[in-house]
């Protein structure tokens, strides 16, 4: 088993600067890759940001490239999401998420930390 837990949402305003972080515990050596999701009120849950185990390859949507930044540190067991520039959209419930295996669903998830941001 593994445990997420998120932490650094908050209220901010449209330009601003977020960091969030995802604290891991339990089996972490049995992840893969671990991503950050979100969900806005009446959407469906979208992918966000993905890194894997070691740190050099990431994935970023379209809709965050060049204002979030996904990194990691393996030493606490961390993995963190600048997010610069925000936008009213962004605002969601931002959740943790990490997965096993190469390919496939991700396993397990944490409880989500609100993001607002107000224009």
């Known amino acids: 088993q593994v445990q997420l837990v998120e932490s650094g949402g908050g209220l901010v305003q449209a330009g601003d600067s977020l960091k969030l972080s995802c604290a891991a515990s339990?089996?972490?050596?049995?992840?893969?890759?671990t991503g950050w999701f979100r969900q806005a009120p009446g959407k469906e849950r979208e992918l966000v940001a993905t890194i894997n185990r070691s740190g050099d390859n990431t994935y970023y949507a379209d809709s965050v490239k060049g204002r979030f930044t996904i990194s990691r540190d393996n030493a606490k067991n961390t993995v963190n999401l600048q997010m610069n520039s925000l936008r009213p959209e962004d605002t969601a419930v931002y959740y943790c998420a990490a997965r096993v295996g190469l390919t496939g669903q991700y396993n397990y998830w944490g409880q989500g930390t609100q993001v607002t941001v107000s224009s």
């Open positions: 339990g089996r972490t050596f049995s992840v893969y890759r």
